[in-house]
């Protein structure tokens, strides 16, 4: 194996790790291919560091490279050479080509899906006390007034769900309204859509302002039978 | 030590895979079009078929399909509409464009119509009716609406549900026909237009907002719509553009770098060349 043998297989490994291992890793997620390639820009960077440190591992480390493009000696390689030759111009073409090429996707849209409440809505409680009684009234509400689109089986699968993008909550997802306070489904309940801030833009969800149909009280009883049909609890401070 | 040879080979070979590598890496970063959530009108030369929603150069603008939900945002609301999905497709010749909306509707009733919704100017609008946001102040939505009783189009704009005001320039056409169970509605008007406070201007290259809404005008036992005004159908935002004339500069560009690149091989070449002579 040459000097040139190792860092090949590094630059060869560390991609192999970066783009397949890595991301299976618990608590990862894929690299976007231009960390990727910052990435393998650092190894060689490192390892022409590593390489020119001496002389003697310079002149290892570029000794076949200079062989190869000056094409002295390398018997049979010479048809690669001349490959290589061709590849290269094509290959910076047609990445620039690729660069400058204008965009078949819309722009894209950084949606904030729970952005922060207005202030006034942050710590309020329920007022209306647990009873069987009253959860079972607010899953009868829910059943009339937010099932459409949420669904019988609180999973945002509801009939009326199909053309709506964002997809209307999945109260059964673990990542809805587990992680939201009651007081925060609250205010959504009772703004809908229209109460979303600008980081909530583009504004597309359906989400009717409540406030103007129902009183409060409906509300709470509301969120206690979506926590209890969707099996979840409402995240505290404690 | 291993001859030269040998080790040109295991390098070439460990090369070609990094070469193949950073081929991948780049290759991942190369973008294909969402038809999906997006319209595109194809640009075509001659005239845009702007009464004839069967013309047969409809076959080359590429079809987007949509969902469709009943309107719910809005109190006088709606459970369950018939029209579930609508086909769209578009061209432009530069000046005009046309839209093309496609949807199986059982039955030809004269209430039955369709229309289109965009955003006006760089304000953002809420997708229901442009109904307005309560932190944020929103623009207003311009609608081109099309019944099938009147076989024509009107140009309106909203802020708001109640809002729904025609306006006083009327720039769009329509034309329906009902064959077979389905409805082709061809909308179409000047890319641009003299009132940019009223009317969605187009240009070419350029992603806007659209919106869908299409009412089944069939009748319920009592002789009463079963959809109308805000009792319709709807879609959400999606996208919209109209293709900008051909660019063949990346073109210039890719051949300029790879002869760059060609110069760069000869230069470091006789360089080493000439070095290793030394």
Known sequence: ???????????????????????????????????????????????????????????????????????????????????????????????????????????????????????????????VPKTPENIMQGKGFYAAYCSPCHGGNFDGKGPAARGYIPAPANFADPTTIAMLQESYLFWRIKKGGVGLPIEGAPWKSAMPRWEVE???????????GEYDGAHQSPRTWE | MKPAN???????????????AIVVVGGATISFAQESVSVRATLMTGGVPVDDPSAAVW?????????????????????????????VRALHDGKQMAVLVEYADPTQDPDDAAALEFMVGDKKAHFAHGQPMLQVEGGPVNIWFWKNKTGKAVDMNAKGFGTLKAQEHQDVKAKGIYSNGTWKVVFSR???????????????????????????????????????????????????????????????????????????????????KKGQSA
Do not use: C
């Not at chain 1, 020119?52 to 050479?81: C, M, V, Y």
């Not at chain 1, 094509?90 to 204008?102: D, E, I, K, N």
């Open chain 2, 190 to 272: 000047d890319l641009s237009t003299g009132h940019a406070e009223e009317d969605v201007q187009i240009a070419p290259g350029q992603f806007i907002s659209i919106a869908f809404a299409v009412w089944d005008g069939r009748k319920d036992g009592a002789g009463d719509l079963v959809e109308k005004g805000s009792q319709k159908a709807v879609s959400s935002w999606w996208y919209f553009r109209a293709d900008a004339p051909p660019d063949y500069s990346g073109y210039m560009y890719a051949a300029i770098a790879a002869a760059l690149a060609l110069g760069f091989q000869f230069v470091l070449i006789r360089k080493l």
């Open chain 1, 1 to 127: 194996m040459g000097a040139l043998g190792k860092p090949i297989i590094l630059m060869v490994g560390m991609y192999a790790f970066l783009k397949f291992v890595l991301p299976n890793i618990p608590g990862s997620a894929p690299l976007p291919s231009s960390l990727i390639f910052l990435y393998l820009l650092l190894t060689a960077s490192g390892i022409v560091i590593f390489e020119t440190l001496s002389g003697e591992s310079k002149d290892a480390f570029w000794g076949p490279i200079q062989r190869f493009l000056t094409g002295e000696n390398i018997g049979g390689l010479q048809a690669l050479r001349y490959g290589v030759f061709i590849l290269f111009p094509l290959l910076v073409g047609w990445q620039t080509y690729g660069s400058t090429a204008v965009s078949d996707l819309p722009p894209t849209e950084s949606r904030t899906i729970h952005p922060a409440p207005p202030g006034e809505y942050t710590g309020l409680s329920n007022p």
């Open chain 2, 6 to 20: 040998q080790i040109m080979k295991q390098v070439l070979r460990s090369g070609i895979g990094v070469l193949t």
């Open chain 1, 214 to 224: 129902l009183p409060d009280e409906w509300i709470w009883k509301i969120i206690m």
């Open chain 2, 59 to 87: 076959t080359s603008a590429p079809p987007a399909t949509f969902p469709m939900s009943p309107q719910v945002h809005w109190q006088n609301r709606i459970q369950e509409v018939t029209v579930k999905d609508v086909i």
